[in-house]
């Protein structure tokens, strides 16, 4: 062998040997939508539409998808760190629609991208045994938490089963405090979320008139950011919505291992965990392809939008019919669906 040849061979394996070294870094991080690496703050909750973001920081998938997350812990204080993110404290959070709503009516500049679940349950009308129908409600005194997504909820009820929000009397309640009160005869029926609704029912020989999954589609919750955010980092918040429908298929395809994951971090049973997720459902990019078409029904979330924006304005929170197509995004969802068919051919 010529030394030229000597020479050229040791160089081509040179540049393979770099070649290779170089090429396994960059496995690290999946392909898919160019990410800034820049931190992003998201809330951390006990609550299944939230709980594939702590499965997701367990298995670095948000890092493999070139995201730089920084969780904060919202359990001490939800309520307060749904007003850190309006502030710009906190780039990412859950809210349920209503929430979402009542503050751009406000004048925040909220986006949901994907509606990560949806109440199924957790939510509930108990009143005392001699009631028995929603219809029997009339003329009766009811607790709920007035101005809260609990009071929309009692009037979507009633107006259901035939009666006007009128037609009772509301008496001021926080949630928490609902089964306590109801113990004291003082109340005809309750609305609140478990686990009340329960304590209420067994202390109190209560009686569930309704509960969420009555109505699925009543009270959805999602992933927002600012509109902002969208705008300067959209690939961030892509790759972040591929990441949430990664780890939602794994949930599905391993309960044991993703319920024991919560289980381990909020000091519960992987039962307790799952439970809990029966009460508020789980959605995927199937359930959310539906929810984010355009539609007048609960089963849109432009329909159930519709019918918050007018509990607000009944409730003088608001003059404005908002548009809902400023406020409820389904860019991503469907970028990520038309990504997973490409590869499918």
């Given at each position: 062998m010529s030394k030229k040849l000597?020479?050229?061979?040791?160089?081509?394996?040179?540049?393979?040997?770099?070649?290779?070294?170089w090429w396994q870094p960059a496995q690290q991080v999946e392909a898919g939508p160019k990410t800034t690496d820049l931190p992003m703050k998201v809330a951390r909750y006990y609550w299944p539409g939230m709980y594939w973001i702590e499965i997701a920081d367990q298995k670095g998938w948000f890092e493999k998808a070139g995201l730089n997350i920084e969780l904060v812990d919202s359990n001490p204080n939800y309520w307060g760190s749904l007003q850190d993110m309006v502030d710009g404290k906190i780039d990412n959070n859950n809210f349920t629609l209503f929430d979402l709503i009542q503050f751009n009516?406000?004048?925040?500049?909220?986006?949901?991208?994907?509606?990560?679940d949806n109440s199924t349950g957790i939510d509930a009308i108990v009143a005392n045994p001699a009631i028995a129908t929603i219809a029997d409600l009339k003329g009766k005194t009811i607790g709920v938490d007035k101005g809260t997504y609990l009071e929309y909820i009692l009037d979507v009820v009633l107006r259901r089963y035939g009666l006007n929000p009128d037609?009772?009397?509301?008496?001021?309640?926080a949630?928490?405090?609902?089964?306590?009160?109801?113990?004291k005869d003082k109340l005809d029926a309750i609305v609140t979320w478990e686990p009340v609704v329960?304590?209420?029912?067994?202390?109190?020989?209560g009686r569930k008139l309704f509960d969420t999954s009555d109505i699925p589609g009543i009270s959805p919750a999602g992933q927002t950011f600012h509109h902002s955010f969208i705008k300067e980092r959209p690939g961030d918040v892509q790759a972040y919505v591929n990441v949430w429908h990664k780890t939602t298929l794994f949930?599905?395809?391993?309960?044991?291992?993703?319920?024991?994951?919560?289980?381990?971090?909020?000091?519960?049973?992987?039962?307790?965990?799952?439970?809990?997720?029966?009460?508020?459902?789980?959605?995927?990019?199937?359930?959310?392809?539906?929810s984010f078409s355009y539609g007048a029904g609960f089963e849109s979330l432009h329909g159930t939008a519709l019918q918050i924006n007018n509990f607000l304005i009944d409730q003088d929170v608001t003059k404005t019919q908002l548009d809902s197509m400023e406020f409820i995004d389904a860019t991503f969802i469907r970028a990520l669906n038309h990504?997973?068919?490409?590869?499918?051919l």
């Open positions: 000597v020479v050229v061979s040791g160089i081509l394996l040179a540049l393979i040997i770099v070649g290779f070294v009516a406000a004048g925040a500049d909220l986006i949901m991208v994907t509606n990560g037609d009772v009397t509301k008496r001021k309640l949630g928490e405090k609902a089964a306590e009160e109801f113990g329960s304590e209420a029912i067994a202390q109190s020989n949930i599905k395809e391993n309960p044991d291992e993703a319920f024991g994951i919560i289980a381990e971090i909020y000091d519960v049973t992987p039962d307790e965990a799952q439970a809990f997720a029966r009460l508020n459902q789980i959605l995927d990019l199937r359930e959310n392809l539906t990504s997973l068919q490409q590869e499918a």
